[in-house]
């Protein structure tokens, strides 16, 4: 039908919600640790004051992806499956969430919208979603390791 168009439930997808946030808080408090350190659940949970709830399928999340190792038994825990430096954001938000898109037409194109072919703005959508991309890319976990979490910092800024 003429001017008959295709919809979906959002149009733009990147959204840095809680499981970005509380990804990164957990890899960067193990990278902030002596390498190779076994850091528990309760221990990231409490420095970095993310719910359980949330930890535990974050860091199934990141076992699946390979950035984390899971260590079973009595001083089990979590600690980097790679050194930190070759971590990177990009690679971590597209593990817990999806690759980077910032519009749906830029993953689906004209399956999306019929006016992809014609679109003034898809370019700068492209454009935008690809810088977002490459500077995630280029920070790594170690750039903003935290060896002693956010709890700690928070006391120590209201004391």
């Known amino acids: 039908m003429k001017g008959q168009r295709k919809t979906t439930e959002r149009s733009s997808l990147m959204n840095v919600g809680r499981r970005v946030d509380y990804a990164v808080r957990a890899l960067s408090y193990l990278a902030g ?40 038994g009595s001083k ?3 600690s980097l499956a790679r050194p930190p430096q070759a971590i990177t954001l990009k ?35 492209d454009k935008a979603q690809s810088l977002v991309a490459d500077y995630l890319a ?3 976990v170690y750039d903003i390791a935290d ?3 956010l709890r700690k910092r928070l006391v120590a800024l209201q004391g």
């Open 138 to 140: 280029k920070v790594s």
């Open 76 to 78: 089990g825990g979590f």
């Open 147 to 149: 060896q002693h979490g």
């Open 91 to 125: 690679e971590v938000y597209e593990t817990v969430e999806r690759p980077i898109v910032l519009m749906e037409c830029l993953e689906q194109g004209e399956k999306y919208c019929a006016y992809c072919a014609v679109c003034t703005q898809r370019s700068v959508w």
């Open 33 to 72: 640790q002596p390498q190779g350190k076994i850091v528990s659940r309760a221990d990231i949970e409490e420095q970095q004051d993310i719910p359980t709830y949330y930890l535990s399928k974050i860091m199934k999340d990141l076992v699946a992806g390979g950035l984390v190792h899971s260590h079973i």
